[in-house]
């Protein structure tokens, strides 16, 4: 269990870094569509292993192969796009209370892509799909729920400065996996 554990931990990560800069934007979203993106982001995180572990059943190493440029290019793209933003002069004038379903499924399944792998490698530690599954769900919803209203609170100090460095923060994290994959 507590393999599982430390494997929750490390996929929720990208996640939470993610809920962070989404809450420093989006500081005024309700309770409701905050729980909603944390439900989002657990379900696509718990799913992807799923669909590793059962695409590496069939094709071993196809998903290590690129996982890592499919985060990197989606994270980067949503990093940039955030500083992008951040130097708007008139982006305050959109309607900042609500980040938008795309935009949400964009950067969950974005932080998810790496989970895909990791889901080829379940078989030979995890006797129990099902529950690390759950864990990993429960857990990154947890964290999701906890970025997102810390984001909220560092938003409202410090407004385009926090949403520069989450786009700073996503960037890094693709660059991360993308390097990481290319070192091993």
């Known amino acids: 269990m507590l393999q599982t554990l ?17 809450g420093a934007r989006f500081p005024t979203m309700g309770f409701a569509r905050i729980v909603a993106i944390a439900f989002s982001f657990g379900l696509l995180e718990a799913c ?3 669909v590793g572990y059962l695409l590496g059943m069939q094709f071993a190493g196809a998903i290590e192969a690129f996982d890592h440029w499919i985060a990197f290019t989606i994270l980067g793209f949503l990093g940039g796009r955030m500083i992008w933003m951040s130097f708007e ?3 305050d004038e959109i309607d900042a209370t609500m980040p ?3 935009a949400v499924f964009a950067t969950a399944l974005g932080t998810s892509v790496d989970a895909t792998a990791v889901g080829v490698s379940l078989a030979l530690f995890s006797d129990n799909i099902p529950l690390t599954l ?7 919803l947890t964290m999701t729920l906890i970025g997102l209203r810390l984001g909220g609170i560092i938003g409202e ?4 400065w926090a949403e520069r460095i989450g786009g700073v923060g996503l960037f890094a994290i693709g660059t991360k996996i993308l ?3 290319l070192m091993a």
């Open 134 to 140: 759950v864990t990993i769900g429960a857990v990154t």
């Open 48 to 50: 992807a292993p799923l």
């Open 89 to 91: 002069e008139n982006a």
């Open 179 to 181: 390097v990481s994959h």
């Open 100 to 102: 938008t379903v795309a």
């Open 6 to 22: 430390i494997l929750a931990f490390s996929l929720s990560t990208d996640a939470f870094a993610a809920s962070v800069a989404k």
């Open 157 to 160: 100090r410090t407004g385009k």
